[in-house]
């Protein structure tokens, strides 16, 4: 099970926030939502 | 957030929508391995997760949405525990644009935006979605 976990985790990609207007942008087309979220 | 996730993703599963779920630091364990640990939770494909480890997303939004300052020497506050909607077409030129809907769960906000109410978030995000 900590094996899984730690795969989960690992294949988790977070990305900078300097990136997310390239994305927005890139997504347009779309209905977005941005959450703004503490991680604890 | 697991109000949006049960309450708005889980029940609209349109492919067209997206979602940007921003990891800030905020609380005293608030870090990056914290904020990849929370991002394993959500494995919607529909979901990109971003780390603002400088705020400075953060402090920007804030500034959009006129929130109140909690800290001395900044005119205003910090944008977290805030659901921003934008319907398609919105771009981002210069600054972030204003969302065409938005709740929080900030203090001192009420008059800003509704609280989250995962229900009526859901309706603002349905509207948005079949519109398109």
């Not at chain 2, 599963?13 to 914290?34: C, H, T």
């Amino acid at each position: 099970v900590l094996w899984l976990i730690a795969l989960v985790l690992q294949t988790t990609t977070v990305g900078n926030s300097a990136d997310l207007r390239a994305r927005f942008e890139a997504d347009a087309a779309h209905p977005r939502l941005i959450l703004m979220l503490s991680p604890t | 957030v697991s109000t949006v996730q049960s309450e708005v993703l889980a029940k609209i599963p349109s492919k067209d929508l997206r979602a940007y779920f921003v990891w800030l630091p905020i609380l005293k364990n608030d870090d990056l391995a914290a904020a990849r640990a929370s991002a394993a939770r959500f494995p919607d494909p529909r979901i990109t997760h971003f780390w603002d480890g400088d705020k400075a997303l953060g402090w920007a939004l804030g500034e959009l949405l006129k929130l109140p300052s909690r800290e001395q020497g900044h005119a205003h506050g910090v944008a977290w525990d805030a659901y921003l909607l934008y319907a398609p077409g919105v771009h981002w030129k210069k600054t972030p644009p204003m969302p065409t809907f938005w709740m929080h769960q900030l203090w001192g906000a009420d008059e800003l935006a509704p609280l989250l109410d995962g229900a009526k978030f859901r309706e603002q995000v349905e509207t948005v979605v079949k519109k398109k």
